[in-house]
């Protein structure tokens, strides 16, 4: 089945500095995948669209500055957490559907990352 | 207004037994899908069920099935014979559209809890 790898899958970082997580499918082609955040006991919710050759498209009141991403290919995104302050400590978890035509396929998604800022 | 909402936050069921968790969704869209997901402990979302707005079947993937109603707008995912694995958080989650680059919205989720 298809699979997508998100490293690194827990994270400790001081204030200010900056974070990137990766995130490859590893056996189909992605144009388009998705970034969440998971706050503790709630649901998911979208960030940002990564579009391949794009720039990403984000969800109202994500700071883009803050939240870079880079789809450099079909098989990988990358979401960098700029000057990370303890706020921003979360789960963080992406999530990609193969490049077929049709409604069926599900998201398949990372195994997330967690992010504790200090 | 919600487009994906779960009214049960927290469900028990006793081992064996079968479960019926909700989701109703709202979409003045023709095509769509409904998805499951089971979330562990661990964090990763595990893929379950898929409903599209245009199969006229439930659609049955070995213990799940998922209770369609369009006119309702309701997609409640029944879990037959449960077991203690799973114990999870549960998301139902909506893909407006007909299109791969579409996101899904979830539901604010359901934790099952399965008694021994």
């Known amino acids: 089945g298809a699979v997508v790898s998100q490293h690194p899958s827990r994270v400790i970082c001081k204030s200010g500095t900056s974070v990137k997580i990766e995130c490859r499918s590893l056996?189909?082609?992605?144009?388009?995948m998705f970034w969440y955040r998971q706050f503790p006991k709630q649901s998911l919710m979208l960030m940002a669209t990564s579009n391949e050759g794009s720039k990403a498209t984000y969800e109202q009141g994500v700071e883009k500055d803050k939240f870079l991403i880079n789809h450099a290919s079909l098989t990988l995104s990358t979401l960098t957490v700029t000057s990370a302050h303890p706020e921003d400590s979360s789960f963080y978890i992406c999530?990609?559907?193969?490049?077929?035509?049709?409604?069926?396929?599900?998201?398949?998604f990372g195994n997330g990352t967690r992010l504790t800022v200090t | 207004a919600q487009k994906i909402t779960q009214t049960q936050p927290g469900m028990f069921v006793q081992e064996k037994e079968a479960v019926t968790l909700d989701c109703t969704y709202d979409?003045?869209?023709?095509?769509?899908?409904l998805f499951w997901y089971k979330q562990p402990s661990s964090g990763e979302m595990i893929f379950l069920i898929y409903q599209g707005s245009y199969d006229e079947q439930n659609a049955t993937e070995g213990r799940y099935s998922l209770n369609f109603q369009k006119a309702r707008k309701s997609a409640n995912l029944v879990i037959s014979a449960s077991q203690l694995g799973d114990s999870a958080m549960y998301f139902c989650a909506m893909r407006e559209g007909n299109n791969a680059g579409n996101m899904l919205t979830f539901g604010g989720g359901t934790r099952l809890m399965v008694k021994p």
């Open positions: 979409t003045s869209d023709q095509s769509y899908g």
């Open positions: 056996d189909f082609q992605a144009t388009t």
């Open positions: 999530s990609a559907r193969p490049d077929t035509p049709g409604g069926g396929s599900p998201l398949h």
